[in-house]
């Protein structure tokens, strides 16, 4: 039994077995921006339920309720500010809102940032939290897979850093596009992280799968991801990432060169 305070205080992890617990974009931008400082971006509209698409429930229905429950309009979530300095756009997928899927406002979301990425000359960084792509809006969702993937070249051809934060669960079609592509991947402890689960790959290979298979430390272990990092750790590690990728972009400051001294004794 946990406070909600104390969990709070502690970043949303458990004290006791230091478990990581789904967190939103609010906790998220208030953890990462200098003081919490931010501003979110306003993203473009799209069309909503194009294909009129019902399964136990309308799809209205579904985009009604998880809005009621996160208080937010889509499942992506954009601000920029900056971490220790260095400016930086943050992009938030939130699991709550319909399983963080991809669908045709997170493919806006993510080009959106990367647009202002590059506009403001700041680092893209992107917390992947999600089911894969949003089924409701079927082939629609699968076409953000190479959209998201050129506006991660966009802010390749600007020379800027582009960061992706894995946290539980990343999978399916968003595993598959820019979730995957970062410059350096980190992962949150514990994170599940891959295309299909691993209940469907054992009733696919009728194999038993190792201890751990798809968590952040067996991907750090086979040299999947980067970096596990603890939350608490997070912000600074993010910084030195930043001052060290950001720092390639300044120019170099040209040492002037020292004439000879001559010697008045000489003759």
């Known amino acids: 039994m946990l406070f909600h305070r104390d969990l709070e ?47 136990q429930k309308r799809y209205t229905d579904r985009l009604r309720d998880s809005r009621a429950k996160t208080g937010e309009d889509e ?30 406002a997170a493919g806006e979301a993510l080009i959106a940032a990367a647009r202002l990425a590059v506009l403001q000359e700041a680092a893209l960084i992107v917390f992947a939290a999600a089911g894969g792509a949003r089924m409701q809006e079927g082939i629609l969702s699968l076409m953000q897979m190479p959209r998201t993937t050129i506006a ?16 539980d669960p990343t999978t399916g079609g968003v595993t598959a596009s820019y979730a995957m592509l970062g410059d350096v991947s980190i992962a949150e402890p514990g994170a599940l992280v891959g295309f299909a689960g691993p209940r469907v790959i054992e009733e696919t290979i009728r194999e038993q799968l190792p201890d751990g298979f798809q968590r952040a430390e067996f991907l750090l272990a086979h040299g999947m991801i980067d970096m596990v990092v603890h939350r608490h750790e997070l912000r600074a590690k993010l910084s030195q990432i930043l001052d060290l990728l950001m720092n390639t972009h300044r120019p170099a400051v040209a040492t002037p060169r020292k004439e000879p001294v001559e010697d008045a004794t000489a003759s």
């Open 152 to 167: 991660v070249e966009l802010v390749r051809e600007a020379r800027l850093p582009y960061i992706v934060v894995l946290t």
């Open 75 to 104: 499942a992506v979530v954009v601000a920029h500010g900056t971490v220790d300095g260095q400016s930086a756009v943050i992009a938030v997928q939130n699991f709550a809102f319909m399983g963080g899927s991809m669908g045709l």
């Open 9 to 55: 205080e502690n970043q949303h992890i458990c004290p006791s077995c230091d478990h990581h617990l789904r967190i939103g974009p609010n906790q998220r931008f208030a953890a990462l921006f200098d003081e919490g400082r931010h501003t979110r971006i306003e993203l473009p509209d799209v069309l909503v339920d194009p294909l009129k698409f019902r399964d």
